[in-house]
T-cell receptor
Framework: QQQVKQSPQSLIVQKGGISIINCAYENTAFDYFPWYQQFPGKGPALLIA?????SEKKEGRFTISFNKSAKQFSLHIMDSQPGDSATYFC???????????FGQGTRLTINP | DVKVTQSSRYLVKRTGEKVFLECVQD?????MFWYRQDPGLGLRLIYF???????EKGDIPEGYSVSREKKERFSLILESASTNQTSMYLC????????????FGSGTRLTVV
């Protein structure tokens, strides 16, 4: 119930392409869904987040798509750049909960 | 610039040693967290603290304890290090109940030999 399942584990995309990372959850009490980006040697940093009352949120080249009925959400990176190469984590928070539950992570490589 | 500082970037310890991982934040955040990061498993919560001297177990507390004597400092303690505790350890802090307000440290890579 507390799990968030993330796929794929690794992803290679050509420069300029679209990168798509998917997450699925079971707990319908989750009310906040962030994505974190982690570069080598650094801690994760918040990239973009969404609440379940909207189906899409866009910030620059990054978009979260949210499907409440399917209990799935995904990160789309448009016009992917080598500087986007990093590990990405989806996460979820239960309503009123103190903690985030993280997905397994996706190592994204953008080839120049 | 707000910061979460982890005292060591790399640590190598022997099996059975008592290990202390230190984390300090300068943002006056109430909440502090210790996560463990392993490939294919993501970030798993070990312990968190929502106030000085308060602590709660996360998802994988076995073999660990924590200490929070001051608001800015949160320590993770491995009572008797084992090789299966070789991992990257990440500290984070967050102000109040703001869900997006997590700040992570850069991590401590611990190797137990």
């Amino acid at each position: 119930q507390q799990q968030v399942k993330q796929s794929p584990q690794s992803l290679i995309v050509q420069k300029g392409g679209i990168s798509i990372i998917n997450c699925a959850y079971e707990n319908t009490a989750f009310d906040y869904f962030p994505w974190y980006q982690q570069f080598p040697g650094k801690g994760p940093a918040l990239l973009i987040a969404i609440r379940p009352d909207v189906s899409e949120k866009k910030e620059g080249r990054f978009t979260i798509s949210f499907n409440k009925s399917a209990k799935q959400f995904s990160l789309h990176i448009m016009d992917s750049q080598p500087g986007d190469s990093a590990t990405y984590f989806c996460a979820a928070r239960g309503q009123g909960a103190q903690k985030l539950v993280f997905g397994q992570g996706t190592r994204l490589t953008i080839n120049p | 610039d707000v910061k979460v500082t982890q005292s060591s970037r790399y640590l190598v310890k022997r099996t059975g040693e008592k290990v202390f991982l230190e984390c300090v934040q300068d943002m006056d955040h109430e909440n502090m967290f210790w996560y463990r990061q392993d490939p294919g498993l993501g970030l798993r919560l070990i312990y968190f603290s929502y106030d000085v001297k308060m602590k709660e177990k996360g998802d994988i507390p076995e073999g660990y304890s924590v200490s929070r004597e001051k608001k800015e400092r949160f320590s993770l303690i491995l009572e008797s290090a084992s090789t299966n505790q070789t991992s990257m350890y990440l500290c984070a802090s967050r102000k109040g109940r703001i869900p997006y307000g997590y700040t992570f440290g850069s991590g401590t890579r611990l190797t137990v030999v």
